[in-house]
């Protein structure tokens, strides 16, 4: 076979790879895809607590492998635990506000009527024209929807507090798959490297890019969202409102939204502190959440996510928006790497067509 033949042979033994690849790679996602989310967060605990782990292995001269098993203890200790404990809780309470509702202990549509009584007759009567004075029906679908959504916190909270199949499936791969990331990622990430067919500088902008808006997001919108929530829930307790817990996690749930997310919970109960003429409260909870709980996420969040991220606040908070709709919770994560890995990508080109100007 002569040279040419050989190069011929190659090339089209190229061509039919590429597909095979193809095929394959779509085979395996597809396999992995019930689980997708439970290996996007083992590897991201990797990503966080990889600096751990070289710590350890650096100073302490460990093996890798007993340097990966105490580091999984501390993640362990600090992320897994505090979990567990705060899921026990939450399905206490929760169960706690759904038999209450469901026996009557606690009536929404007392709270409810109460508001509409304290309306001015001029917003009564707009309220009217749109046909929303039909105070029984509002007030059976709030009772009902409230019973759900206890139901529904109650349920859940349970399911993985007795340890569902499900979650210890996810639970045990996510553990599984972050000890051998630890341990192992310097040869995955460079085979990674290797694979893909850019330039070593373009490879490490992309890496790197991504790295860090991962580790920029998970760190940054966790620790708003937890300090929000406390002190959400903290103010809650303070007032007397039921449930703080509950509260808290909500808040701490929705100040995953940038900008907007706790406001959707202490406002509407300002408002019903103020149409019920708990004015101090209202005046108190107003307060706290504009001075407190808001400078929180406009002075912490542009710190910790948008600096380290590089991208414009209104990026991070449309694409968080947008993963979040379409991949759920995981979506606060998704999103934002995508439009970094967007904008990265754009980059390169940009800078792979100067270079190729003549």
Same mark, same amino acid.
């Given at each position: 076979m002569t040279p040419t033949d050989e190069q011929a042979s190659a090339a089209f033994a190229n061509r039919a790879l590429l597909p095979l690849m193809v095929v394959v790679t779509l085979a395996l996602g597809w396999i992995l895809l019930p689980f997708y989310g439970a290996i996007m967060w083992g590897a991201i605990i990797a990503m966080l607590f990889t600096p751990v782990y070289r710590r350890l292995l650096a100073r302490l001269k460990w093996r890798r492998t007993r340097a990966a098993l105490v580091t999984m203890l501390l993640i362990l200790l600090v992320l897994i635990l505090p979990f567990a404990l705060l899921t026990a809780a939450l399905a206490r309470e929760a169960t706690q506000v759904y038999q209450q509702l469901q026996s009557g202990e606690m009536n929404p549509s007392v709270y409810f009527q109460g508001v509409f009584d304290t309306l001015p007759d001029w917003l009564t009567a707009l309220l009217?024209?749109?046909?929303?004075?039909?105070?029984?029906?509002?007030?059976?679908?709030?009772?009902?929807?409230?019973?759900?959504?206890?139901?529904?916190?109650?349920?859940?909270?349970?399911g993985i507090?007795?340890?569902?199949?499900?979650?210890?499936?996810?639970?045990?791969?996510?553990?599984?798959?972050?000890?051998?990331?630890?341990?192992?990622?310097?040869?995955?990430?460079?085979?990674?490297?290797?694979?893909?067919?850019?330039?070593?500088?373009?490879?490490?902008?992309?890496? $790197?890019?991504?790295?860090?808006? !991962?580790?920029?997001?998970?760190? *940054?919108? &966790?620790?708003?969202? %937890? #300090?929000?929530?406390? /002190?959400?829930?903290?103010?809650?307790?303070?007032?007397?409102?039921?449930?703080?817990?509950?509260?808290?996690?909500?808040?701490?749930?929705?100040?995953?939204?940038?900008?907007?997310?706790?406001?959707?919970?202490?406002?509407?109960?300002?408002?019903?502190?103020?149409?019920? $003429?708990?004015?101090?409260?209202? !005046?108190?909870?107003?307060?706290? *959440?504009? &001075?407190?709980?808001? %400078? #929180?996420?406009?002075? /912490?969040?542009?710190?910790?996510?948008?600096?380290?991220?590089?991208?414009?606040?209104?990026?991070?908070?449309?694409?968080?928006?947008?993963?979040?709709?379409?991949?759920?919770?995981?979506?606060?994560?998704?999103?934002?790497?995508?439009?970094?890995?967007f904008m990265a990508v754009w980059h390169i080109y940009a800078v792979t067509r100067i270079e190729a100007a003549p």
């Open positions: 009217d024209r749109f046909g929303l004075v039909n105070f029984a029906a509002l007030q059976r679908r709030l009772a009902d929807g409230l019973a759900l959504g206890s139901q529904f916190l109650a349920t859940q909270a349970l507090g007795q340890l569902t199949f499900e979650f210890v499936t996810s639970l045990f791969i996510t553990l599984y798959l972050s000890f051998f990331l630890i341990r192992d990622g310097d040869s995955v990430a460079r085979a990674l490297r290797d694979a893909v067919p850019l330039a070593p500088e373009h490879k490490k902008e992309l890496i $790197g890019k991504f790295t860090t808006v !991962i580790r920029a997001t998970v760190k *940054g919108n &966790l620790l708003v969202a %937890l #300090i929000q929530g406390t /002190l959400g829930g903290l103010a809650f307790w303070a007032l007397g409102v039921g449930g703080a817990l509950l509260w808290a996690v909500l808040m701490a749930f929705l100040s995953l939204l940038p900008a907007i997310g706790a406001g959707l919970v202490w406002v509407p109960v300002a408002a019903y502190f103020f149409v019920t $003429g708990f004015l101090w409260q209202a !005046i108190a909870l107003v307060a706290w *959440g504009v &001075l407190v709980i808001g %400078l #929180i996420d406009n002075l /912490l969040r542009p710190i910790l996510v948008g600096k380290d991220t590089r991208m414009p606040d209104y990026v991070v908070m449309i694409t968080t928006l947008g993963g979040m709709v379409v991949f759920g919770i995981n979506g606060f994560v998704i999103g934002p790497a995508i439009a970094a890995m």
